[in-house]
């Protein structure tokens, strides 16, 4: 089961009228007492219910995830926030971002990505089609901003907000938090970012400090997800694609389990073996097509493709660009890290 820190959960309660959060609360059977401690976690359908009891009192002008995002201090993440905080600038941030940030928030997928003047923070997982999980998942990108500010400065605010899914509410709360055009309806969850921007100092920034924590984070992902199979499958895929995609079966055989326990090891972290295959794809093909000399064909032979088109329109999906327009601007993906 995918459980999301109570953290969020505590801090949208802390949004609503005492009578409307009591309300919620029980309609959702959350206790209080879960809620003091951050270290606890809440299943994500659960959380995703809160948010949408809690939108149902706010209608038309739904606005207590944004206020939540806006609540957000990076002392408030532990670790994690002081890692975000004492780095020297704000792209040092987002270095190994994607993975740390599971320890609160393993449902999503993020990742960074460098396209020309502009840098991209993205959600590559889909999400859910109901208002809980909208809300939730704007709330998510309203923290990152909260977060970035925090260690930048107040005056940072990305170029533009996008999301997949069609709005919950009045876009106007979004805009007021994020201080910049919100769109919906896009292909890719993203905050997008100018590039000088990023590059600029944060705040209390401290090199070596910051490296001291990097290395406690890591320390600390080695304790708390010390066995991520979903991680395990990416890397058999990606080391079998020249040869084409590999079976789940011959993948759960090589990792000593059934296809059914791994299948089912993977739905419980929320993903399936074809989301997987997918990420694999992803991952190989924007390193060999941003980073080597190999010819568009032989990258489409190397992921498992056995039509030069497939792999075009897969690519395409990925990245908003064709291979070859991607290689001749030269952007850089980071790699999805769980």
Not at 283 to 304: M, N, P, Q, W, Y
């Amino acid at each position: 089961m995918v459980e999301v820190s109570s953290l969020f959960a505590r801090k949208a309660i802390a949004q609503a009228e005492q009578a409307v959060a009591n309300r919620a609360l029980a309609r959702v059977g959350i206790a209080r007492e879960v809620l003091a401690d951050p270290a606890n976690h809440i299943p994500v359908q659960q959380h995703h219910l809160l948010f949408e009891t809690l939108a149902r009192e706010e209608r038309p002008q739904i606005s207590f995830h944004m206020r939540t995002s806006a609540s957000m201090r990076c002392e408030e993440f532990g670790p994690l926030g002081l890692t975000i905080k004492s780095a020297p600038t704000l792209r040092r941030s987002f270095e190994r971002l994607d993975r740390y940030a599971r320890l609160y928030n393993p449902y999503s997928v993020f990742a960074l990505a460098d396209k020309g003047s502009e840098c991209w923070w993205m959600n590559r997982k889909p999400v859910p089609d109901n208002d809980g999980a909208k809300l939730s998942n704007e709330a998510a990108l309203g923290t990152f901003v909260s977060l970035w500010r925090d260690a930048n400065g107040d005056e940072f605010n990305p170029k533009r907000v996008q999301f997949t899914h069609l709005p919950v509410g009045d876009v106007l709360p979004l805009e007021e938090h994020f201080k910049c055009p919100v769109t919906h309806g896009a292909e890719v969850d993203a905050i997008i970012m100018h590039q000088q921007d990023v590059d600029r100092p944060n705040r209390v920034g401290d090199q070596h400090i910051w490296k001291f924590l990097r290395e406690h984070m890591e320390e600390i992902l080695r304790t708390t997800e010390p066995d991520r199979i979903d991680r395990e499958v990416v890397i058999q895929i990606a080391n079998s694609l020249s040869d084409g995609v590999p079976r789940l079966e011959d993948v759960a055989c090589h990792l000593g389990m059934g296809s059914r326990t791994l299948q089912r090891r993977l739905s419980d972290l929320g993903h399936s073996y074809q989301s997987l295959v997918d990420e694999a794809r992803r991952e190989v093909a924007l390193k060999l097509v941003g980073e080597t000399s190999h010819s568009l064909v032989e990258v489409a032979f190397l992921t498992g493709f056995s039509e030069q088109s497939s792999f075009t329109r897969a690519f395409k999906r990925w990245s908003g660009k064709t291979p070859r327009t991607y290689r001749g601007e030269g952007p850089r993906v980071a790699a999805v890290q769980y």
